[in-house]
């Protein structure tokens, strides 16, 4: 197993070797046969760049501007579950090497730090919310959003009922009787991770929603409360409602449909994330680098167009753009790093990420990131070819 990470892939197996397996398998995994998990992947890096030599692209500009502010990339890292326990007091250190490489950082409303504790550490983050049921805790996490000073506010829009991951099943994380013995034998064999995580990085609880799960909420607690109290009956008046009392930028993450994405313009979003939350949800839904094309034809530049799902490289950075995104969030690509190696591992990533979108625009002759465009791309007959 390799001791240096010189790709998002070997961080995977970093990530792999140090995790608790349950663990592992909830980050890696997708939802029943992980179909669209793999399209997400293997869609992405089948575009083809259009190589262009001998232009001048001895000065590149990766920096891009969103919600009024301009960024080091047009990249940043999307909301992860329970990344707060893929190292100690992971979201802070997720925050801290985005907030010094000037990425965005979105935080999950299912992180293991509060948005209280990660605004103290690291304050401008943006935050991820779910609908659930008991509207009042939702209009107080938007509250604690905007007491926190966060800079946008995504609503998660394809998380109606929840999607089944075999692997949470097998490895004992949902279902079974037997799941809290064998996450426990499974702690044990990853001492490294027990000492850094387990006892140095407590209280090991779900810091936005301990007001509904009390501080001492075990994982099993939080797998069904998710499955009783996500609201399955959310509709459009609720993004309405969302609106009403958000007035910073408002991004639905979730949108697969052109028509919805017309929507939920309609319905006062700044932005959408094209996504399919990472291959969790509906398996069989399109991967995000073939629904993003109709849907930027949608949008026609009156809202910001953020794209996720399979993003493991700077190429990767690229191709989204080049498919009409204008920002990429990344999931599991920065979580392996942090699991790996903390705050470190994840400002590495960035780095990666970077040097990788610098080779990959010097040899599509782009100099900023504004260049990036259906340009760049090989076509076969009217397809950016697969
Ligand atoms: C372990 C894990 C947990 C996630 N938790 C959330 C979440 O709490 N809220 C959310 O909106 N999306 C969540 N997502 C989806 C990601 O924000 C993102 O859409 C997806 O990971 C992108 O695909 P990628 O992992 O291939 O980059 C999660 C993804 C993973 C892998």
Redesign the pocket.
């Known amino acids: 197993m390799a001791r240096q990470a010189a790709s998002i892939s070997d961080y995977r197996a970093l990530a792999r070797a140090r995790l608790p397996h349950f663990l592992f398998e ?5 939802s029943y046969d992980e179909v669209t ?1 793999r399209r ?2 293997e869609d992405l890096q089948a575009i083809a760049l259009k190589q262009r030599v001998l232009r001048d692209v001895s000065t590149i500009d990766v920096s891009a501007e969103l919600f009024g502010k301009r960024w080091a990339l047009p990249v940043g890292l ?6 707060g326990l893929y190292a100690r007091r992971g979201e802070v250190q997720a925050a801290k090497a985005a907030a010094a490489a000037n990425v965005p950082f ?1 935080l ?4 293991a730090c509060s948005i209280a504790e990660v605004a103290a550490a690291e304050p401008g983050f943006w935050f ?1 919310l ?1 609908i659930v049921k008991d509207r009042e805790f939702v209009a107080d996490m938007i509250a604690r959003a905007k007491a926190a000073g966060c800079g946008a506010l ?1 609503l ?1 829009v ?2 109606a009922v929840p999607g089944t991951r075999y692997r949470d099943y097998r490895s004992g994380l949902s279902g079974s009787m037997r799941g809290p013995v064998s996450r426990l034998k499974q702690v044990l064999q990853r001492p490294d991770w027990t000492w850094d995580v387990a006892v140095r990085g407590r209280p090991m609880t779900m810091g936005n929603l301990e007001p509904v799960l009390g501080a001492d909420a075990a994982l099993s607690d939080l797998m069904g409360w998710v499955a009783q109290n996500f609201d399955s009956s959310v509709t459009w008046k609720d993004v309405e409602w969302v609106r009403s009392q958000w007035s910073g930028p408002m991004v639905l ?2 949108i697969l449909d052109p028509d919805d994405a017309r929507e939920a313009i309609a319905n006062g979003a700044d932005g959408v ?1 094209v ?6 949800q509906l398996d069989g839904a399109l991967s ?1 680098a073939r629904a993003l094309p109709p849907i930027a034809d949608a949008v026609a530049g009156r809202a910001a167009i953020l794209a ?5 490289s700077g190429l990767d950075v690229v191709r989204m753009l080049a498919l009409g995104a204008d920002f990429a ?5 920065w ?1 392996y790093a942090l699991a790996a190696r903390g705050q470190a591992g994840v400002a590495h990533v960035l780095k990666l990420i970077e040097a990788e979108m610098r080779v990959a625009m010097a040899l599509t002759a782009c100099t900023s990131v504004g260049e990036i465009d259906e340009q760049i791309l090989e076509r076969s007959g009217n397809q950016a070819t697969f």
């Not at 909830?26 to 997708?30: C, P, Q, R, S």
């Not at 999950?108 to 992180?111: E, H, K, R, V």
């Not at 969030?329 to 690509?333: D, E, I, K, P, T």
Request: hydrophobic letters at 30%.
């Open positions: 909830y980050l890696d995994g997708g998990l997400n992947v999307g909301p992860v579950g329970l990344s979105a999950s409303t299912l992180s991820q779910y995504l998660t394809d998380l993450k979730g994330v996504s399919n939350h990472g291959g969790r995000s996720d799902g399979g993003v493991r969030l990344m999931g599991r690509g979580a």
